[in-house]
């Protein structure tokens, strides 16, 4: 899994170097927010993940392995080349069986998803977020984590969703410099 995880940093870092059409880059997290992600499943101990933005699911797996065998992991993509060939990856470190792979745009998987999640990564299209924001805040179990790359890299960009975070009273919202940033937001019970 290790080995699995360093071919696709590496392949990605290879791909988005050449790839001029933005959306065939695969633009991964990067290896540092990987293990902040695998640091807070294992404090968090979720049972259910929610991911939107698959790409080749290299983020995915992070989230998976760490979850070990109790977590199930639901993930969006609506790009399907990138859906299909995540699902490959996924096959190849044995963890198809608790990841869920949809194939499809955000806005619409999220109004059919049923129950909450206890933890939430959001790196998708960020001129979606605050349309977002709503139903993302109804799928965040009590005591859950939503946390959202790019908040450094891509500050402007997410700045009208993280305004938003930061007015709802029963979240705790920072950001942590860690690969491209994170939004952490807490929903206390
Ligand atoms: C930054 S990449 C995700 C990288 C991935 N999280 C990783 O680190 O391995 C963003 C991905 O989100 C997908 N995406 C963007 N907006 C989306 C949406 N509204 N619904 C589903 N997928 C979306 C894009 O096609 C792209 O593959």
Redesign the pocket.
């Known amino acids: 899994m290790n080995a699995l995880l360093e071919q696709?940093q590496m392949q990605?870092t290879e791909n988005d170097a050449l790839q001029q059409d933005k959306?065939k880059?695969?633009?991964?997290?990067t290896p540092g927010?990987?293990k902040f992600l695998a640091l807070l499943v294992d404090e968090i101990q979720p049972t259910r993940i929610l991911?939107?933005?698959?790409?080749?699911?290299?983020?995915?797996?992070?989230l998976a392995r760490a979850g070990g065998n109790s977590v199930q992991v639901v993930?969006?993509?609506?790009?399907e080349a990138?859906h299909q060939q995540?699902q490959q990856h996924f096959r190849q470190a044995g963890m198809d069986k608790r990841i869920d792979a949809?194939l499809?745009?955000?806005?619409?998987?999220m109004t059919r998803l049923e129950g909450q999640f206890e933890l939430i990564?959001l790196?998708?299209?960020r001129s979606?977020y605050l349309s977002?924001a709503p139903r993302l805040f109804q799928l965040l179990k009590p005591q859950g984590v939503l946390v959202v790359?790019?908040a450094l890299s891509h500050a402007d960009d997410v700045a009208p969703f993280k305004r938003w975070l930061e007015q709802q009273p029963e979240l705790d919202v920072g950001v942590l410099p860690i690969g491209k940033g994170e939004i952490v937001a807490y929903l206390r019970d």
Not at 25 to 29: E, P, Q, S
Not at 52 to 62: D, E, K, N, P, R
Not at 104 to 109: R, T
């Open positions: 696709l990605g959306s880059k695969w633009l991964n997290i927010t990987g991911e939107i933005g698959t790409s080749m699911g290299y983020s995915t797996l992070w993930t969006i993509e609506r790009d990138k995540a949809k499809g745009d955000a806005s619409d998987w990564f790196d998708a299209d979606q977002l790359d790019n």
